[in-house]
Nanobody, 126 residues
């Protein structure tokens, strides 16, 4: 059973940067892809980024492309989300997720992912 724990959220001013981490345990980390999603009150979780098992391919939502960077360190069982040029619209609870089952679903849908972290709040002030 995979367990995910996010960290690194907090309050930052617009234009600033923040780095999130997601530590995994319970399975071979390098055997599954990872994603980041975010959620604001009253809305469904929205896709942010995804990284393949080896880390050689990454995918981003248009809203964060060029500002966010997803990466992973398989030796440390950790996936990261570096967030730059933050705006108040980036305020949300951020979740990491593991794609264990490779369901035949778009990588941008939360149903594709099996296991989720507890989330970490990111607040960007104007």
């Amino acid at each position: 059973q995979v367990q995910l724990v996010e960290s690194g959220g907090g309050l930052v001013q617009a234009g600033g940067s923040l780095s999130l981490s997601c530590a995994a345990s319970g399975s071979t980390f390098s055997s599954y892809a990872m994603g980041w999603f975010r959620q604001t009150p009253g809305k469904e979780r929205a896709f942010v980024a995804r990284i393949t098992r080896s880390g050689n391919r990454t995918y981003y939502a248009d809203s964060v492309k060029g500002r966010f960077i997803i990466s992973r360190d398989n030796a440390k069982n950790t996936v990261y989300l570096q967030m730059n040029s933050l705006t108040p619209e980036d305020t949300a609870v951020y979740y990491c997720a593991a794609d264990l089952s490779l369901r035949t679903l778009p990588i941008t849908t939360q149903l594709r992912y099996d296991t989720w972290g507890q989330g970490t709040q990111v607040t960007v002030s104007s």
